[in-house]
């Protein structure tokens, strides 16, 4: 998980690194469009990484990273892995997909803020915790139809972040960015 601006910002450079080196190997499509939906899922370490340059002062910069590009990537990912990865014709599907991207434009806008003052802080888009519900039709969203997938973040990663950190579940995109990046370099 991001705990600072290093490791946020080291975090992208990694995952993107890793991810260039990959897409120059010569991969099968479904394997270069993993590695491209990894390099727009570890974009949201700009964001991260910008609050925590910040201190997440209730600024101009925090309004528009949280109520703009927070919402742009996450709706980037949404639409790669609906559109592209899984070329949708699915009309229930399309409404929920704009549904839910109007939705996250709604309830990020606003301000972050740091979960809590020890060396577990991390940001809290919106400066409102993401409910378990909205994580689900998000995961939903990006990662149909790999249930392994799915079924890991919500029974081991969510309850590992609430562990360890008591919340800030945006969060666990830091460490899904690196080990997914790794994996990849292991597997591709």
């Known amino acids: ?80 892995n609906v559109y592209v990865r899984r070329k949708n014709k699915n ?10 991207i109007i939705y996250m434009f709604i309830r990020f806008n606003g301000y972050s803020k740091s979960l809590c003052c020890n060396k577990f802080t991390s940001p809290i888009w919106g400066s409102k915790e993401l409910k378990l519900w909205e994580l689900l039709i998000f995961l939903l969203l990006i990662m149909y139809p790999r249930w392994n997938v799915i079924l890991t973040v919500l029974f081991v990663i969510i309850p590992l972040i609430h562990l360890i950190a008591g919340g800030a579940y945006s969060s666990l995109w830091c460490a899904v960015s690196n080990i997914v990046a790794f994996y990849y370099l292991y597997k591709y």
């Not at 469009?33 to 910040?54: E, G, K, N, R």
């Not at 949280?66 to 709706?75: A, K, M």
């Not at 009309?91 to 839910?100: D, E, G, T």
């Open 1 to 80: 998980m991001c705990f600072s601006f290093e490791v946020s910002l080291l975090t992208f450079v990694t995952s993107w690194s890793i991810s260039l080196y990959l897409l120059n190997k010569g991969l099968t499509k479904e394997r270069k469009q993993d590695v491209i939906f990894l390099m727009i899922f570890s974009l949201m370490q700009l964001p991260d990484a910008i609050f925590w340059y910040t201190n997440m002062k209730r600024d101009k910069i925090n309004y528009w990273t949280t109520s703009f590009f927070i919402p742009l990537i996450l709706s980037m990912q949404i639409l790669y």
């Open 91 to 100: 009309n229930l599907i399309n409404i929920a997909v704009v549904l839910f």
